[in-house]
């Protein structure tokens, strides 16, 4: 990479400033068409878009997410138009395509998604992408030690985010100097000003603050541009910063740097800005200019398919194990396996045991700090493009102040695996805000996801086994408290698929637990016996996808009564997966026992009798329903 600067020629800078305009006009007809959109927030950015697209970054037109390629993540996503522009322009697809903006036939949608060939994640909900980024940005300098870069543009307003700050730490902590973050200072928000508006210096002292190399450049001048990104190019130890002071609307008459303009096409004034922009054309052909710049293809191929525990589980029946600290073994078993498998943490590791895979090698494991949403983000960057199989691991509950980031991991197609440890009542006297009761109704609700719930060691490593081979998100839960191995360690598991670990032609109701409360249902079969009672239990596995067919079919052979018991809330957890699973079947009754309310601390038994999900009380229950 060169060190000198060298100046654009005069051709050069006038071409970039005519596709810029380009960016502006096809941001207004594509909105135009659609009759919705954001053109003024693409206006703003749109020296920055072609300096990048057609001056700076490096990448194949043909093949935009090759693993060599310099990577861009629009987090203002909303400005999404004048993105497709820039692929447009480039040569991807014909301008005209332009115009099927956020049709229902178009893959062109109001913000980005992976739908489209060009696009790694789905961004629009705000402050995520500059996490993203750094995921991106750590994988190409500290795993493939590749020469791409990773770009970033950042709303002004969605700098208000506090994930925001949590990237500009962790990209800072990392001295991730493959990273650009630019900053499109347009001062404007949505409703009003954003708090900071134009005060550059501000946001210069607060990013030098943060271990950035910060640059404050005129946005709309694509000379001073491209020397900013040839300054973080040469910037080493640190990532960099680029503050552009920007116009909403530039360019459009009577509208830029004006209130109450954003999310709204142009309308009437659209043919009045669209003739003030062609005056300004100097060029109004095809770029003279082309995006292909040098593409130095050092990424190394890959292969994280058909993952595999490097060696089988190797534990007794009824040795007393916590899952989550079979996922640690576990863990560590397929990092060994696979090169590719990382691990990220939010200072929980030695609790979660995701530091077992620092036996194997300590550079796989990222501390991501207490930064939950960051640590979600990064993951789903570090997943792009197949790069590597990320497993996050976190206290259960604590998964929940990051929902958005998950949810928006489904819309951007990830395949990221996470670990919630200390799950429900059962973890004692932490208390309830660090027991994770809502879990599994959260991930239930993600679309594509697989929900793990291991019983015991020998399933909970086949879970892991499985998961790093499972295309979207999958979510395992693991307890806290040593329980019982059930199955020897040559069962095979089956995403989907139950397992029947107790029963007899004698059985008279079918029980469903998980975790902890399986071995609660296990205890409470053995004193049902002596009394001449008989019960038949199910181990879910998975509760997504549930097995329906299993399930049915034990519960009609011991006369239609299932009882369920798990250490969560009762709404969206398992009792509510099986009522759905048996829904459209006669004669069938589910009844229920979950946490019913917040909890309180105390020893671990006392809390699962107190919150009615112990084995006395799954005795009483059992005796109830067998009176119906």
Not at 212 to 219: K, M
Request: proline content about 5%; aromatic content about 8%.
């Amino acid at each position: 990479m060169a060190t000198f600067y060298h100046k654009p020629e005069s051709k050069t800078i006038q071409e970039l400033k005519d596709i810029a305009t380009k960016l502006r006009i096809h941001s207004i007809e594509s909105t135009q068409a659609s009759k919705s959109g954001h053109p003024t927030s693409c206006s703003s950015m749109a020296e920055i878009m072609s300096v990048l697209f057609f001056h700076t970054m490096r990448y194949k037109v043909s093949a935009p997410l090759d693993a060599s390629n310099d990577r861009f993540v629009l987090s203002k996503g909303h400005a999404a138009p004048i993105l497709y522009a820039a692929w447009a322009e480039a040569g991807l697809f014909p301008t005209s395509e332009l115009l099927k903006l956020r049709k229902f036939d178009s893959d062109l949608e109001g913000h980005p998604t992976p739908r489209l060939n060009f696009i790694d994640v789905g961004t629009g909900s705000l402050g995520q992408g500059l996490s993203i980024a750094a995921g991106m940005s750590y994988v190409g300098k500290n795993f493939d030690k590749a020469s791409y870069r990773t770009y970033c543009l950042v709303g002004d307003g969605e700098s208000a985010e506090g994930s925001i700050w949590e990237a500009l730490h962790f990209a800072s902590y990392y001295n991730l100097d493959n990273l650009c973050v630019i900053f499109d200072i347009n001062r404007l928000g949505q409703s009003e000003p954003t708090s900071l508006q134009h005060e550059m210096e501000v946001y210069r002292k607060r990013l030098v603050a943060f271990g950035f190399e910060a640059l404050v450049v005129d946005g709309h001048d694509v000379e001073e541009l491209a020397k900013a990104f040839h300054q973080a190019q040469i910037t080493k130890g640190k990532p960099t910063a680029i503050l552009a002071k920007t116009f909403k609307g530039k360019n459009f008459p009577a509208i830029e740097d004006a209130e109450n303009w954003h999310g709204k096409p142009l309308g009437s004034k659209a043919s009045e800005v669209l003739q003030h922009l062609n005056g300004l054309l100097k060029n109004a052909g095809p770029p003279g200019l082309h995006p292909q710049k040098p593409l130095v293809e050092d990424a190394p191929v890959i292969d994280i398919s058909n993952i595999k525990l490097a060696a089988p589980p190797s534990y007794k029946i009824g040795e007393q194990v916590a899952t989550r600290a079979a996922y640690g073994v576990a863990l560590a078993k397929v990092a060994k396996d696979n090169s590719r498998v990382i691990a990220l943490d939010g200072d929980t590791k030695n609790s979660t045991f995701s530091e077992k895979i620092k036996t194997v090698d300590s550079q796989r494991f990222i501390e991501c700090f207490i930064a939950e949403q960051n640590a979600v983000g990064v993951a789903i960057g570090a997943a792009c493009r197949g790069r590597t199989v990320p497993f996050v691991s976190a206290f259960a509950t604590f998964f929940t102040r990051a929902f958005d980031q998950i949810r928006m991991g489904a819309i951007s197609q990830t395949n990221v695996n996470f670990v919630g440890s200390h799950c429900g009542v059962s973890i004692g006297e932490d208390g309830p805000s660090q027991m994770g009761l809502e879990d599994i109704a959260m991930f239930r609700s993600i679309p594509g996801s697989t929900v793990f719930y291991p019983s015991d060691a020998v399933s909970t490593e086949r879970a892991v086994e499985l998961a790093a081979n499972t295309k979207g998100i999958c979510f395992i839960r693991t307890s806290r408290p040593a329980t019982a191995v059930l199955y020897e360690n040559e069962e095979p598991f089956a995403i989907g698929k139950a397992k029947v670990i107790k029963s007899s032609p004698k059985d008279e109701i079918l029980v469903i637990g998980a975790g902890v409360t399986l071995h609660e249902a296990l205890k409470a079969a053995e004193e049902l016996a002596v009394a001449g009672i008989y019960v038949r239990i199910i181990d879910p596995f998975t509760i997504k996808p549930l097995d329906s067919g299993l399930i049915v079919q034990n519960a009609k052979e011991v006369g239609g009564r299932i009882l369920t018991v798990e250490d969560h809330y009762v709404e969206g957890g398992l009792g509510e997966a099986v009522q759905s699973a048996v829904s459209l079947e006669r004669n069938i009754i589910v009844k229920k026992l979950a946490v019913t309310e917040v909890p309180r601390s105390g020893p671990p038994d006392v809390l699962l009798e107190h919150y009615g999900i112990s084995a006395s009380k799954i005795v009483l229950a059992i005796q109830q329903t067998l009176k119906l």
